[in-house]
């Protein structure tokens, strides 16, 4: 069986990883996480904010 590719970022599983095993506290962890999801959300602005052909 092949290694499948993980649908996350790299770093959002290191993030979890260091949460999980005590490296980092849940204030680090939640403040990781909100500055990935804001930066997939700037990375993905583009394909939402044109117009749909109608």
């Not at 005590?22 to 930066?39: D, K, M």
Request: glycine share 8%; aromatic share 10%; hydrophobic share 35%.
């Amino acid at each position: 069986m092949e290694p499948t590719q993980s649908k996350l970022p790299r770093e959002a599983i290191e993030l979890y990883n260091d949460f999980i095993h005590g490296e980092i506290s849940r204030r680090a962890f939640i403040e990781g996480v909100q500055r990935l999801a804001g930066g997939m959300a700037i990375r993905e602005w583009p394909r939402f904010s044109k117009p749909r052909p109608e």
